[in-house]
């Protein structure tokens, strides 16, 4: 029984889309990225205090808001373009672009001037 609702709901969004005048590859393609990619977000703005254990950091966004960022053995640090440990990148005073999800980063890319 399960597995003829999932083939008749799979059959459904398929060919509900062409019958909209849209493409079906097209539509379960934007489908499937959307159940797929995690939502991230983006924070900007300049680090004021690391953790001394380096798991996390708070930056200072234009808007004078202040975001704690966690940081993992998974998140990327880049200085000026290069990719770099986290010891190099992570200084108070520097400018970041921060790509989170949930406030824990992916990516964090800090920058010497801004």
Same mark, same amino acid.
């Given at each position: 029984?399960?597995?003829?609702?999932?083939?008749?709901?799979?059959?459904?969004? $398929?060919?509900?889309? $062409?019958? $909209?005048?849209?493409?079906?590859?097209?539509?379960?393609?934007?489908?499937?990225?959307?159940?797929?990619?995690?939502?991230?977000?983006?924070?900007?703005?300049?680090?004021?205090?690391?953790?001394?254990?380096?798991?996390?950091?708070?930056?200072? $966004?234009?808007?004078?808001?202040?975001?704690?960022?966690?940081?993992?053995?998974?998140?990327?640090? *880049?200085?000026?373009?290069?990719?770099?440990?986290?010891?190099?990148?992570?200084?108070?005073?520097? !400018?970041?672009?921060? *790509? !989170?999800?949930?406030?824990?980063?992916?990516?964090?890319?800090?920058? *010497?001037?801004?």
């Amino acid at each position: 029984m399960k597995i003829m609702f999932i083939t008749t709901t799979a059959v459904a969004l $398929a060919t509900t889309p $062409a019958i $909209a005048g849209v493409c079906p590859e097209a539509f379960m393609s934007s489908l499937q990225r959307v159940m797929v990619e995690p939502a991230m977000d983006e924070a900007e703005g300049m680090i004021m205090t690391v953790a001394a254990d380096w798991s996390n950091f708070t930056l200072k $966004a234009a808007d004078d808001q202040v975001v704690t960022i966690q940081i993992d053995k998974e998140t990327v640090f *880049t200085l000026d373009g290069k990719e770099v440990s986290r010891d190099l990148a992570l200084a108070s005073g520097r !400018h970041a672009k921060v *790509t !989170h999800d949930e406030k824990t980063a992916s990516r964090v890319e800090v920058t *010497t001037q801004k």
